[in-house]
């Protein structure tokens, strides 16, 4: 449980599986980091600095500092987020957006 962080770019196929296996029930992150398409239907830039995927394993915030016995994905979008960016991105596969927005990276 000490604090550690590990930046690493990695090839996308198979370390999932073995960082979730060596983690236990610390808390820990992977991020994937890169750009969301615009919207121009709603206005919506990319901004790639801010966007991308997150999930967090063995806590519920992006913080970490909530303890809990699964994982959460949080989605990035801008630097102060997009309701409406997220509800569109949700859209595209055919999913919704889960809880209310919260400040991450």
Known sequence: M???LVDADVPAD???????RALGTGPATIDWRGVWPDA??????AD????GVQAVFNTN???WERPAGDQTVFV???????LPR???LAGQV????????????
């Open 48 to 51: 790639s600095k801010y966007e």
């Open 40 to 45: 121009p239907e709603l206005g919506l830039l």
């Open 2 to 4: 000490l604090p550690i």
């Open 14 to 20: 198979g370390v999932e599986q073995s960082f979730v």
């Open 76 to 82: 990035h979008m801008t630097k102060f987020g997009s």
């Open 86 to 88: 997220a509800q569109w």
């Open 94 to 105: 055919g999913a919704s957006v889960l809880g209310s927005p919260m400040v991450g990276w």
């Open 61 to 63: 915030d992006v913080d």
